[in-house]
């Protein structure tokens, strides 16, 4: 989900949301990990409206680290937890 907004339509205020969408998932990976790693490629130009109660679940696509190209993959309840994931040494 990229924002949600307000919009009144036929008199009536509606809540809406701007979504990304990605490709189906990799069968090959998807069946290698029993169905626990989910890639997709991003479609950058696919972008939709739709209606805030269509929302069932938020996700975070999150660049698959050994990837060459555009390849996320899906994390479905990412918290606080992992916002110092970078390894890189920096120790402040």
Do not use: N, W
């Not at 205020?13 to 991003?42: E, F």
């Not at 696919?46 to 994390?75: H, K, N, R, T, W």
């Not at 970078?86 to 120790?91: A, C, P, S």
């Amino acid at each position: 989900m990229k924002f949600f907004f307000v919009k009144t339509l036929g008199g009536e205020p509606r809540g809406l949301a701007l979504v990304s969408l990605y490709s189906p998932p990799r069968g090959d990976l998807l069946q290698l990990s029993h169905d626990t790693l989910v890639v997709c490629k991003y479609q950058a130009e696919c972008l939709i409206v739709i209606p805030i109660q269509s929302v069932i679940s938020v996700v975070a696509m999150v660049p698959l680290p050994v990837s060459a190209g555009d390849a996320y993959f899906m994390i479905e309840k990412i918290g606080l937890d992992v916002i110092d994931i970078d390894d890189t040494g920096d120790e402040e």
